[in-house]
Every structure is written in C-alpha cells, then in structure tokens.
C-alpha cells in the first residue's frame, strides 16, 4: 500500500469533499455531483434545473441506464477556476440518491484538467485513475441495478480500450429516473454551485459516438432509447439562479437517442 505522510493526511481530513478508493487509487478533486436541483417548469414543457442540462426519463423500478458522449474541451481562458461534468446515471431527478459514473472536464485555474470518475450520492465522488481521459475522447457507460441494494457502475474510454466497474450499496434508492447529463458539480465554500466551465459543445449518442445501444435505460414497462419513454421525457435546461441560460439541450435526433448540450453562460 502507498503509504502518505501525517501532514498530506491532515489536508485531506481537512477538506470533506475528498474521498479515497484503494480500487481508484487516489483522492478525487473537491467537488461532487449533487440531484438535480429544480428552477421550474417552462411554458413549452421544458424543466429549468440550476445545476443540470440533457435528458432524464421517469418511471418506476429502473434496472439500467446506458449513456456515451465526446468529451468536451473546456476554454479555461475564458472560465478559470469552473467545472462541468458529464454523466449517465440511474435516481436523482426527483430522489435524494443518485448511481452515476463519468467524465469532468475542469479549470484549475487556467489550466485544462479530466479525468473519469464514479459516485453512488449522497457517498463522494471518487475519481477513476485507469481510465485516462482527453478531449475527444469516445465514452461509454453503465449503470446497472444488481437487486437489492447493489449497483454497478462502468466506464469505458472506446478511445484507449481502458474500462472500469464499481459495485456499491445505495440504501433506500427510489429507481425512478435514468438521465444522461451535463452538470455544473457543488459546491462552494457557502455549498452552492461551482461556475460551469465553457465546454463549447457537449455530444451525447449514436449519432456522434457511433457507440450501439447507446442512451438506452431499462424501467418496469420500458426499455429502449431516451425517446421510447414518450410523454415521461424529461428536457432540462441549466439555468443561473435568476434564470438565464447556462447550458441549453438540442432536440432528439431522429434516432431517438443522440443530442448535443450548448454552454451558454458560466
């Protein structure tokens, strides 16, 4: 086992959104994805979330959800010191737990970091050193629902053929969402949101990855792409707290699975 000075143990206590992973094998940077936190719902049907952007799809008792994405380039010279995060994942539309793995995409002050990562919320974020990420990089994921209580996340990077699989506890999940998202991560010294770094364009699905079966979730009654679930489609647009666009979703492409996410405003 590695083994940490005192001094690096004392910073890490010191700062509660680090976690660690013997499996990922290092601590995951200071932020952590959160549910979705809800604005309103706009005349033509579309939710306004201060902290999401993309699809969800409702219904009960989900057993999967399936997601692949480019990964974005982040302009740090235009947004230092922001985050945004890419995701596929099962809860937390309308729940207090969210299963999710995938990619960020992150100012450090001006200077462009990625990495992939997974979290079983309301536990930390932990980030995934086998699974190296880069700008235009191809990713694919899974949430699966084992019974139980168990869930398995997996990330792939088609780009490299590097993969990894976690498989954890989550008590209480509701099962009653599956959403492929783009995030603005928590949380700030006072706990709110973290500016979203300009990302430019995020792409999600078949049309750009040419990733099979792609943006699909499984429920009770359902299981097919994003659009099979009809009237339970769910179109979020992240907006700022006073309610100006900050990441806005494309349409549905023709295959029922692909959509692009425009950054708007930090």
């Not at 969800?56 to 945004?84: D, E, L, M």
């Not at 990420?133 to 590097?162: D, L």
């Not at 209480?172 to 706990?191: D, N, V």
């Not at 792409?203 to 750009?208: K, R």
Request: negative net charge; hydrophobic residues 35%.
């Amino acid at each position: 086992m590695r083994m940490r000075t005192l001094g690096t143990l004392l910073l890490l206590a010191a700062i509660p959104a680090f976690a660690q992973d013997a499996s990922a094998n290092l601590p995951v940077a200071a932020y952590h994805t959160h549910p979705m936190q809800f604005h309103k719902v706009r005349t033509d049907g579309t939710v306004e979330s201060t902290n999401w952007s993309g699809y969800a799809v409702t219904g009960s008792s989900f057993t999967s959800a399936k997601g692949s994405w480019i990964v974005p380039s982040v302009n740090c010279s235009q947004t230092p010191n922001s985050y945004s995060a890419f995701w596929v994942g099962i809860d937390g539309y309308s729940s207090d737990s969210v299963e999710q793995t995938g990619t960020i995409s992150w100012c450090d002050g001006r200077s462009a970091q990625y990495y992939a990562w997974y979290e079983f919320y309301p536990n930390p974020s932990y980030e995934i050193t086998s699974v190296s990420v880069s700008p235009g990089n191809v990713i694919s994921a899974t949430v699966t629902y084992n019974g139980g209580s168990s869930f398995t996340t997996t990330i792939t990077n088609e780009t490299t053929g590097h993969s990894y699989s976690k498989t954890a506890t989550v008590r209480g999940a509701s099962r009653s969402s599956a959403e492929w998202i783009a995030e603005a991560p928590c949380c700030t010294s006072s706990g709110g949101i973290l500016p979203l770094a300009d990302f430019g364009t995020g792409y999600f699905g078949l049309d750009y990855t040419d990733v099979s079966g792609t943006n699909y979730a499984t429920d009770s009654s359902t299981s097919g792409a994003i659009s099979a679930f009809g009237s339970d489609v769910q179109e979020i647009i992240m907006v700022s707290s006073s309610g100006a666009d900050e990441a806005v979703p494309s349409s549905l492409s023709s295959d029922g699975t692909s959509f692009d996410v425009v950054w708007k405003s930090e």
